[in-house]
């Protein structure tokens, strides 16, 4: 009898708890840009959400709230080539809801870059090693975990944006693939800080990247720390909001000393400056060496 109380008590606040279910999804959101979808509830539930193909199923967090409330949610991204209407599917507490959400065309710039003709037509002898880089990567980005990661996201390193994202790269007069990161001003030899909580998924070197970070912050958000001059951590450690994991470099395919800063989401690249504490302004001009600065104080202390 206790048991069917029970059970009839449960059936009787489901629809309220249904009811009090609040959905939030934009209704449009720009190519190649990341959004965050939510549902908020008074009680523990479990939320899915249906994107471009893939389901993520997420438990609600209780926020800091009076009353408590429990909110589900979930970064997704909007492709750099997605075009028109595309939907959403949210379940939560006996709820479906249905949002399509209409992709706002980017007029993307375009980058042309000189370098080393072996970053454009590479050799045979790095064929397989780059074939390998793509497969590291593809692994890595497969990767699902629970949430870690807060907006907004850290800024991991002080300087602007010297190549922003989405722009048409055309390296020594030959188009390639957009621009799947952010180029950031940033010395060679200068710290490179986790722009949120996670593990580290790859620390390796890379041809066309050259020494590189991916860290994992859960649900597919994984962001990339590229042409770095050293590692301040290996594969599988947990890194905080924050810490040092590198030194910024010129290894791989550059022009010179900078951060190539990226953010994927679900396996698909971001424009990772919105969802900064601090968004960098573009600026130009190559980046300087850290240590040709130190360099150059030295020699103004010695000469007094």
């Known amino acids: 009898m206790k048991r ?3 059970l ?10 249904a009811g009090a279910a609040e959905f939030s999804v934009p209704d449009k959101v720009s190519q190649g840009h990341a959004f965050p979808a939510a549902v908020t509830g008074s009680a523990p539930f479990e939320a899915s959400f249906l994107w471009r193909g893939e389901t993520l199923r997420v438990r609600a967090e209780q926020e800091k709230t009076s009353p408590p409330l429990w909110k589900a949610q979930v970064l997704l991204a909007m492709p750099i080539d997605a075009r028109g209407g595309q939907r959403v599917v949210i ?12 992709a706002v065309p980017v007029a993307w710039p375009k980058s042309i870059l000189k370098v080393a003709p072996r970053y454009v037509e590479p050799p045979r002898e ?3 090693q780059i074939a390998y880089d793509a497969a590291r990567s593809k692994k890595a980005l497969a990767s699902r975990t629970e949430k870690s990661w807060t907006l907004p996201l850290s800024r991991p390193v002080p300087g602007g944006i010297t190549s922003p994202f989405g722009g048409r790269r055309v390296f020594n007069g030959q188009s390639r693939a957009p621009h799947k990161g952010t180029d950031m001003r940033s010395p060679e030899g200068a710290q490179v800080k986790a722009a949120a909580d996670g593990v580290v998924l790859l620390a390796e070197k890379q041809y066309f990247g050259g020494n590189s970070i991916y860290i994992d912050h859960g649900q597919g958000v994984v962001s990339t720390y590229a042409h770095l001059s050293a590692f301040d951590v290996k594969e599988g450690d947990m890194v905080k909001k924050g810490q040092v994991i590198g030194r910024s470099g010129s290894t791989g395919r550059v022009t010179g000393p900078h951060l190539h800063f990226g953010l994927l989401v679900q396996g698909v690249a971001v424009d990772a400056m919105p969802l900064l504490q601090d968004p960098p302004q573009i600026v130009g001009g190559p980046s300087r ?3 040709d600065q130190q360099q150059k104080a030295a020699k103004a202390r010695s000469a007094r």
């Not at 009839?8 to 708890?17: D, M, R």
């Not at 379940?91 to 209409?102: D, F, H, R, S």
């Open 4 to 6: 069917f109380l029970i």
């Open 8 to 17: 009839l008590l449960t059936a009787l606040l489901l629809p309220s708890l």
């Open 91 to 102: 379940e939560a507490e006996g709820v479906k809801k249905n949002v399509l959400i209409q």
């Open 126 to 128: 790095v064929r397989e």
């Open 289 to 291: 060496s850290i240590f």
